[in-house]
């Protein structure tokens, strides 16, 4: 559950998520840009092309990380006869 001002957390970019985790870029955008409380803005210039910078808060950074590292089922021992 995210905090009461998720605002005020550390946020990471895209670089330092990549850099951490040993991800492409391209793979951290793919797994981030559509997260519910990530901030994506937008910067235009007229005549040239639109720059995204992709802002990931730590709350959301920690739910990924937790989705992505799933424990192995525990084995069941063999019944003794």
């Excluded at 995210?2 to 985790?21: G, K």
């Amino acid at each position: 559950m995210p905090p009461a001002n998720i605002a005020l957390e550390q946020h990471y970019r895209v670089n330092q998520i990549a850099q951490m985790w040993g991800w492409s870029r391209q793979k951290v955008i793919a797994r981030f840009e559509n997260e519910p409380n990530v901030l994506i803005t937008y910067k235009n210039a007229r005549g040239k092309r639109t720059y995204r910078t992709i802002s990931i808060p730590e709350s959301v950074l920690l739910r990924v990380h937790r989705q992505q590292h799933v424990e192995p089922p525990l084995q069941k021992k063999p019944r003794q006869a």
